[in-house]
């Protein structure tokens, strides 16, 4: 079964967030699969991981580059895994129909959004009856991470 792990965004957004859990994942060996829920999201997303730090880069791609097959983080809209991640990023709410051929998967959220802390405890409700493996982390106040439960 993946491991699945809910991320609630508190203190930080997501573009602030999510390139430090992608480093941990590339320093880990592991390939990701970032899912967003509109193109101009990818798009944002992929301005940011180019920028997030003046010294580095998270080395990544779009539809856009093509060759996925050679982007350790492939950027998408589409429930697909064209660069054989390992660990599937799901934000925006988005759901993946294939979430069990993932090792692991993080599902960030908006804790400041009622609407998307709803849909994310109905996230979780199904996976769980699915027997998937479930961890929930919450946002501390300087922006790392806090395991509940």
Request: charged fraction near 25%; aromatic fraction near 8%; proline fraction near 5%.
């Amino acid at each position: 079964m993946t491991q699945i792990g809910f991320y609630h965004l508190l203190n930080t957004p997501l573009e602030a967030a999510l390139p430090r859990l992608l480093s941990k994942a590339l320093g880990q060996g592991m390939r990701a699969l970032v899912m967003a829920g509109t193109p101009e999201r990818v798009k944002a997303l992929d301005g940011v991981l180019w920028s997030f730090d003046q010294g580095s880069f998270l080395p990544h791609g779009t539809a856009k580059e093509g060759r996925p097959e050679d982007q350790p983080i492939y950027l998408t809209t589409d429930a697909e895994n064209p660069n054989g991640a390992s660990l599937l990023v799901l934000t925006d709410g988005v759901e993946h129909g294939s979430i069990g051929a993932f090792e692991r998967c993080l599902d960030l959220f908006d804790g400041t959004d009622e609407q998307a802390v709803t849909a994310a405890r109905a996230r979780w409700r199904a996976l769980k009856d699915a027997g998937h493996e479930l961890t929930y982390w919450q946002q501390t106040e300087q922006g790392g991470w806090e395991k509940k439960g």
